[in-house]
């Protein structure tokens, strides 16, 4: 959330919060319907810049539509750049945000954030199979996918914020992981709808699975952190919950929204976050390949335990990606060739399931605080619980809902013209995906691990996440979900 | 407040202890949330996923 960027002395802007979640869903149902547009045979989107393996770099990049090839790889990076800066620069000023210092920042966010994204492309980094390295004549690769780029984003993120902190700090204004992976999670709605509308079965399976999550992450990881905190580690109730939140629930998001119920003062959330960040990011960079490594002939398994694994929205749905990503590579290298989606879809199903209820656990926790421990004229009320629930859902929902009429209610010619449509708009999902990671890396400043006094409550992440976080819910996405595969792609 | 003063806080801040109404939202959250997650995996094993 672009909060962590707010200095700890100023206060929590709820409405700005909303407001940056009603954003996301502006700007990812605009991205929806001008892809859309494409199923009438009017392609509106198809400058969009997409990046190809290479290894000879003019050969790279591309619009996304034949029908703009006269732009070139170059001219559609330039046009994906500047739609990209116009209509988030219009966002933030909605937001209050300085829009020039937005817009130099974006720009210079835009360009390490895609040269990160070309750089994962390479063929020595990205080429997976053997088929692949033989078209590029290399005798080795990498393997990581093309997404590996967004490894290679994070880790520029990284650099930046440990070696480079002043200009971490000029780049901040348009440093907002939240926004740019909410608007993301809009747009996913329609991929996620093409992937369900094939196999619905299975898809109305993953939703029944994903009440699993929701108790796992409120219910049962929230009660022990909460208890390791406030009885082991001698933790205040100001300090634990958000705590307690932030690890089990959904980083960010969650220990702001629990903070604030339970009156915590602002800083107190907002200083959670930060390490919410920070583990996140270790996260990112292990469960991924680990996954990939022990989980690979179990997809589903592995991309409900991201989702349950990883805190905070941006990180664990971009670790998704990657983990469908390594877990298809190493599959297709093994002769299994997986419909592209499922492992995606279902780290993506999970999470929402648990950010759904934030609004309620954090009326629970205020309605119990303001009522047994710190009685006051300031009484929890139930409209908190709508102020407090995460928007940009609702505008996955309706994507989602929409795009999935589209694929199975609507006229053949249209539901065969939609999955070009959802893999227009899938472009700037990707490119907000990238923009993500680069802005997580950016924030994750590990010295704050080191600073005297955040040690303590940095050991009690650690402990609640490599002691029980990890492992719990790798044995409940095993149980609800080993033993069944995606479909094989036709 | 600045940061110095929150890492002060956190070193310096004398233990609470837990609250019989702490203790019981602890006590129910575990019941009720390994009491569902058992039902859960008994509809999970009734009802397998369908591919």
Redesign the interface.
């Known amino acids: 959330m672009s909060d962590l960027a707010v200095k ?2 100023e206060p929590i802007a709820l409405k700005a919060r909303l407001n940056e979640d009603w954003l996301a869903v502006v700007i990812g149902l605009a991205v929806f319907g001008l892809a859309l547009v494409s199923i009438s045979g009017t392609d509106l989107l198809g400058w969009a810049v997409t990046t190809s393996v290479y290894t000879d770099l003019a050969q790279a990049l591309n619009p996304f539509a034949k029908a703009y090839g006269w732009l070139g790889g170059g001219g559609a990076l330039v046009a994906t750049y500047a739609a990209l800066l116009v209509v988030l620069s219009l966002g933030v000023s909605t937001l209050g945000a300085d829009v020039r210092k937005f817009a130099i920042a974006f720009t210079a966010v835009f360009a390490i954030a895609y040269a990160s994204w070309i750089l994962g492309s390479y063929a020595y980094i990205a080429a997976v199979t053997p088929a692949e390295q033989q078209k590029f004549g290399l005798a080795w690769s990498l393997k990581l996918t093309n997404e590996g780029g967004f490894i290679v984003a994070l880790l520029s993120g990284l650099v930046i914020a440990n070696f480079f902190p002043r200009l971490a700090d000029w780049l901040k204004e348009a440093i907002r992981p939240e926004l740019y992976i909410k608007i993301a999670i809009v747009i996913l709605g329609a991929t996620v709808a093409v992937t369900a509308a094939g ?1 619905l ?2 898809a ?3 939703l ?2 994903g ?2 999550a929701i ?2 992450a ?3 990881y ?3 952190i ?2 390791i905190s ?2 082991w580690f ?4 100001e ?1 634990s919950v958000p705590l307690a939140s932030g690890i089990s629930i959904c980083g960010v998001a969650a220990a702001i929204a629990t903070g604030g119920a339970i009156r915590a ?1 602002p ?2 959330p907002i ?1 959670v976050s930060s390490l919410v960040v920070v583990f996140a990011v270790v996260e990112v960079l292990i469960l991924p390949f680990l996954a990939q490594t022990f989980l690979w002939q179990e997809p589903l398994v592995a991309g409900a335990w991201i989702g349950l694994a990883i805190k905070t929205d941006g990180a664990a749905v971009a670790g998704g990606g990657i983990t469908e990503s390594l877990i298809m590579a190493k599959a297709a290298a093994e002769g299994i060739k997986y419909q592209p989606g499922w492992i995606l879809a279902t780290t993506t199903t999970v999470k929402i399931f648990i950010d759904i209820f934030i609004g309620v656990w954090a009326f629970i926790l205020g309605y ?1 605080w303001t009522n ?2 710190d009685k006051g004229p300031d009484k929890a009320k139930p409209a908190e619980i709508w102020q407090r629930f995460p928007k940009f859902i609702l505008g996955f929902l309706f994507v989602f809902a929409v795009s999935l009429w589209l694929a199975v209610g609507s006229t053949p010619e249209i539901a065969k013209a939609l999955p070009a449509a959802a893999g227009e708009a899938n472009i700037f999902r990707v490119i907000f995906f990238i923009l993500t990671f680069f802005s997580i890396g950016v924030l994750s400043d590990f010295r704050k691990l080191w ?4 040690g ?2 940095a050991a009690v992440y650690f402990v609640s996440l490599f002691g029980f976080v990890i492992w719990v819910g790798l044995l ?1 996405s095993w ?3 080993s033993g ?1 595969k995606p ?1 094989l792609a036709s | ?3 110095t003063d ?3 806080e ?2 310096a ?1 004398a ?2 202890p ?2 019989p ?2 203790k019981k ?2 006590g129910w ?2 019941g ?3 009491g ?2 058992i039902i ?2 008994g ?2 094993h009734f ?5």
Request: charged letters at 15%; hydrophobic letters at 60%.
């Open positions: 700890v002395s196999r079965n299975l109305s399976s993953l029944l699975r009440a699993a108790v796992e409120y219910l049962i929230w009660a022990v909460y208890y406030r009885k001698g933790f205040s109730r300090w003062r800083a107190v200083l119990i047994h421990i600073q005297q006094g955040f303590k409550l409940i149980l609800f979900f069944f479909p | 407040m600045s940061e929150l890492k002060n956190i070193n801040a233990v609470e837990l609250l109404i702490e939202l602890i959250s575990l009720l949330g390994i569902l997650l859960l995996i509809i999970n009802f397998p996923i369908k591919l």
